[in-house]
């Protein structure tokens, strides 16, 4: 596609209840990046992918968080047990990789959690 | 490791007014140091960047100068428009820790 989708664009759940985020990159892209943004708060980073490389999980907020990318394209963040506190926008970005290269930015998943 | 130091907002001015945002970094080896910006309603967008000591990155009136003596980055447009009105983020990338890291963001509003 043209850009970074993300899917669903918006999403309401029960506290408790587990989500599915998608992410599809833009194609040839080997670098892949969620990051949160909450209400007011800046960009905090989640997990980054690059090529076949051992993601960077480094910025999961804890183990109920997970995400995977199948066949180095598609992304998927899984959320189990949401908790109110996880009601933020979960962004998606990709790039060529290499270190200096820009990150695209899909339009972001707003999770709200009742 | 690496982070990104940026001026608290938000930041009000009017149209035509000088604007400055300042950024600071802490890195080590030679990092690229980007800005990012989020207009209302929209995405993150890339505004500019510079992958080295003493480069200018320029977009739309905006520039800003990779000092690593200082280790600042900070944004500047000497005549803002109501249209800048948004949210900028300063961010960088190191080899070897290729994630971006962001600052805080600063929001900035014009005035008419």
């Known amino acids: 596609g043209a850009g970074v989708s993300q899917s669903p664009s918006n999403k309401v759940t029960e506290k408790g209840k587990d989500v599915e985020l998608r992410c599809d990159p833009i194609?040839?892209?080997?670098?892949l990046y969620w990051y949160r943004q909450s209400l007011g708060q800046g960009l905090e980073f989640l997990i980054y992918?690059?090529?076949?490389?051992?993601?960077?999980k480094s910025g999961l907020p804890s183990d109920r968080f997970s995400a995977e990318r199948t066949g180095g394209s598609v992304s998927t963040l899984t959320i189990q047990r949401t908790q109110q506190e996880d009601s933020a926008v979960y962004l998606c970005?990709?790039?060529?990789?290499?270190?200096?290269?820009?990150?695209?930015f899909g339009q972001g998943t707003r999770l709200t959690v009742v | 490791g690496d982070s990104v130091t940026q001026m608290e907002g938000p930041v009000t001015l009017s149209e035509e007014a000088f604007l400055t945002i300042n950024c600071t970094y802490t890195a080590t080896g030679y990092p690229s140091l980007f800005w990012y910006v989020q207009y209302p309603g929209e995405g993150l967008q890339l505004l500019l960047k510079?992958?080295?000591?003493?480069d200018k990155g320029s977009n739309k009136g905006f520039e800003a100068t990779y000092r690593k003596e200082t280790t600042s980055f900070h944004l500047e447009k000497g005549s803002v428009q109501v249209s800048d009105s948004a949210v900028y983020f300063c961010a960088l990338t190191n080899f070897g820790n290729e994630k971006l890291t962001f600052g805080t963001g600063t929001r900035l509003t014009i005035i008419p």
């Open positions: 970005a990709s790039s060529v990789g290499g270190g200096n290269t820009e990150a695209f």
């Open positions: 510079a992958t080295k000591a003493d």
């Open positions: 992918f690059q090529g076949n490389s051992a993601p960077d």
């Open positions: 194609s040839g892209h080997t670098a």
